[in-house]
């Protein structure tokens, strides 16, 4: 069932100001409104009073998407179900294939038609560089948090090109609810575009429009650089930051980033982690019987089947298992072919050896997050334990452990999971309810390091 959108009522639509005057023109937004209506039909607004969330969006999809008229939306940093419909509209119109997804040649076409709008002398001016649909279908992301806690989201847009300064624009958006039809409640948008270089420059004014004496979150789209001197300015000053490992582009290396960044001190969230807790709460459930609970200390073989391409939540999930059951790595090896195939080797406190096999399984039908875990298996060499447990999210996957079998041939626990919201709106809008630090994510980051660093001797 397809949920439906809130009507989004417009304080402001995106308006072209100074770096200066931001915060008076935000200002101004709220003083202005309601003028003009004296009958006092309007609904109360509340104004971002909750938290503030810096988004760093890696690319320049949406600007371009918007530059060349295919998205009337504000350039928010948020690649949600508008974007995507944008980018099919503008694959359609220069006859690529349809995929909703960011591509080298989508972004090359939408280059060459910005460029060619700009050389022509085709401006747009404030009103209609962005303006914004009042019937759109798909809740966006800044939606999702301002459903339940109004907020001050500031999106770093970095875009190619020449280096003109920083371009910013404020704007304020309300979704409406049936429920709750008599007060708004509103998220401020400021979003700031330029080259990177450019935006690094002013990085030193952006902690001062975030909301004083309030939470406030770094969600950082691209994977965390420990040497970038904007995300180290940005990450001393909020409570959280927050990435999404199934957007890396070279996993094995950014986990690695990112136990380093824990290493210093920096409470991280990762929505990829998210994901994984009812893989996680299914496991435990498995094992709360008491009979099956002593069982535990006999598993010695592990496999985990997922989506070809992103080992992340694969990782994590082996990690965090290996973190509360005790066991050390010591090898590590990948091999090649149509299957990415992960062979680690741990040894449990009472030295026992336990293998464990990651499987990126190529899929007809690949799913919207990069990585996603199909299946997983947990048995025993020993016949006579009763610790055989196989969790999936759909039947062949449930199929292909059970043919692949074990030495256990009975005693085996099969649950079928159907997997909750996965989507990083979603998600975000849970992480922002929590900040600091989580042990339990930094431990299985700390485990997931030493597999990978055994992988580079």
Same mark, same amino acid.
């Given at each position: 069932?397809?949920?439906?959108?809130?009507?989004? =009522?417009?304080?402001?639509?995106?308006?072209?100001? /100074?770096? /200066?005057?931001?915060?008076?023109?935000?200002?101004?937004?709220?003083?202005?409104?309601?003028?003009?209506?004296?009958?006092?039909?309007?609904?109360?607004?509340?104004?971002?009073?909750?938290?503030?969330?810096?988004? =760093?969006?890696?690319?320049?999809?949406?600007?371009?998407?918007?530059?060349?008229?295919?998205?009337? &939306?504000?350039?928010?940093?948020? %690649?949600?179900?508008?974007?995507?419909?944008? +980018?099919?509209?503008?694959?359609?119109?220069?006859?690529?294939?349809?995929?909703?997804?960011?591509?080298?040649?989508?972004?090359?076409?939408?280059?060459?038609?910005?460029?060619?709008?700009?050389?022509?002398?085709?401006?747009?001016?404030? &009103?209609?560089?962005?303006?914004?649909?009042?019937?759109?279908?798909?809740?966006?992301?800044?939606?999702?948090?301002?459903?339940?806690?109004?907020?001050?989201?500031?999106?770093?847009?970095?875009?190619?090109?020449?280096?003109?300064?920083?371009?910013?624009?404020?704007?304020?958006?309300?979704?409406?609810?049936?429920?709750?039809? /008599?007060?708004?409640?509103?998220?401020?948008?400021?979003?700031?575009?330029?080259?990177?270089?450019?935006?690094?420059?002013?990085?030193?004014?952006?902690?001062?429009?975030?909301?004083?004496? %309030?939470?406030?979150?770094?969600?950082?789209?691209?994977?965390?650089?420990?040497?970038?001197?904007?995300?180290?300015? +940005?990450?001393?000053?909020?409570?959280?930051?927050?990435?999404?490992?199934?957007?890396?582009?070279?996993?094995?290396?950014?986990?690695?980033?990112?136990?380093?960044?824990?290493?210093?001190?920096?409470?991280?969230?990762?929505?990829?982690?998210?994901?994984?807790?009812?893989?996680?709460?299914?496991?435990?459930?498995?094992?709360?019987?008491?009979?099956?609970?002593?069982?535990?200390?006999?598993?010695?073989?592990?496999?985990?089947?997922?989506?070809?391409?992103?080992?992340?939540?694969? +990782?994590?999930?082996?990690?965090?298992?290996? /973190?509360?059951?005790?066991?050390?790595?010591?090898?590590?090896?990948?091999?090649?072919?149509? =299957?990415?195939?992960?062979?680690?080797?741990?040894?449990?406190?009472?030295?026992?050896?336990?293998?464990?096999?990651?499987?990126?399984?190529?899929?007809?039908?690949?799913?919207?997050?990069?990585?996603?875990?199909?299946? +997983?298996?947990?048995?025993?060499?020993?016949?006579?334990?009763?610790?055989?447990?196989?969790?999936?999210?759909?039947?062949?996957?449930?199929?292909?452990?059970?043919? $692949?079998?074990?030495? $256990?041939?009975?005693?085996?626990? $099969? $649950?079928?999971?159907?997997?909750?919201?996965?989507?990083?709106?979603?998600?975000?809008?849970?992480?922002?309810?929590?900040?600091?630090?989580?042990?339990?994510?930094?431990?299985?980051?700390?485990?997931?390091?030493?597999?990978?660093?055994?992988?580079?001797?």
């Amino acid at each position: 069932m397809v949920s439906q959108a809130p009507t989004i =009522y417009s304080l402001q639509a995106p308006k072209d100001i /100074s770096l /200066s005057d931001i915060e008076a023109e935000l200002s101004q937004i709220w003083q202005s409104y309601g003028i003009g209506d004296a009958n006092g039909a309007l609904p109360a607004a509340t104004r971002a009073t909750t938290f503030s969330l810096v988004v =760093y969006e890696p690319e320049e999809t949406q600007y371009l998407l918007t530059a060349s008229g295919f998205y009337n &939306g504000p350039i928010d940093g948020i %690649l949600g179900p508008q974007t995507i419909a944008a +980018l099919r509209e503008a694959q359609k119109a220069f006859g690529l294939d349809r995929t909703g997804k960011t591509t080298p040649e989508i972004l090359a076409r939408l280059r060459e038609e910005v460029a060619k709008r700009h050389s022509s002398g085709a401006n747009l001016d404030n &009103g209609s560089t962005a303006s914004y649909s009042l019937d759109a279908k798909s809740p966006r992301i800044a939606d999702e948090i301002a459903l339940r806690n109004p907020c001050r989201i500031i999106a770093l847009i970095p875009i190619a090109g020449e280096d003109e300064g920083v371009k910013a624009q404020v704007s304020a958006y309300c979704p409406i609810q049936k429920q709750s039809s /008599s007060t708004l409640i509103c998220c401020e948008y400021i979003t700031l575009t330029g080259t990177a270089a450019a935006l690094e420059r002013i990085g030193g004014m952006i902690p001062a429009l975030l909301i004083g004496g %309030l939470p406030k979150f770094l969600w950082w789209k691209a994977t965390p650089d420990p040497n970038n001197a904007l995300f180290k300015r +940005l990450a001393a000053v909020c409570n959280n930051v927050i990435v999404d490992s199934c957007e890396f582009n070279h996993p094995e290396n950014d986990l690695l980033s990112l136990q380093e960044l824990v290493e210093n001190g920096m409470p991280l969230a990762d929505l990829n982690w998210r994901r994984l807790s009812a893989w996680q709460e299914l496991t435990a459930e498995a094992y709360d019987p008491p009979q099956r609970r002593a069982s535990l200390r006999e598993i010695d073989r592990v496999t985990i089947d997922y989506e070809k391409g992103n080992p992340a939540q694969a +990782l994590m999930f082996l990690g965090w298992l290996a /973190s509360r059951l005790e066991w050390s790595p010591v090898s590590y090896e990948k091999e090649s072919g149509d =299957y990415q195939i992960t062979k680690i080797k741990f040894l449990a406190q009472d030295q026992r050896e336990v293998q464990a096999e990651l499987a990126g399984v190529p899929v007809a039908d690949v799913g919207e997050i990069s990585g996603d875990l199909i299946a +997983l298996r947990l048995s025993s060499t020993n016949p006579q334990a009763d610790c055989g447990t196989v969790i999936c999210s759909e039947t062949g996957g449930c199929m292909r452990m059970e043919t $692949q079998g074990g030495a $256990q041939s009975s005693g085996l626990f $099969q $649950q079928v999971t159907s997997l909750s919201e996965q989507k990083a709106e979603v998600l975000l809008s849970q992480q922002v309810q929590r900040w600091g630090h989580e042990a339990l994510f930094e431990e299985t980051l700390g485990v997931i390091a030493k597999v990978l660093k055994l992988g580079s001797k």
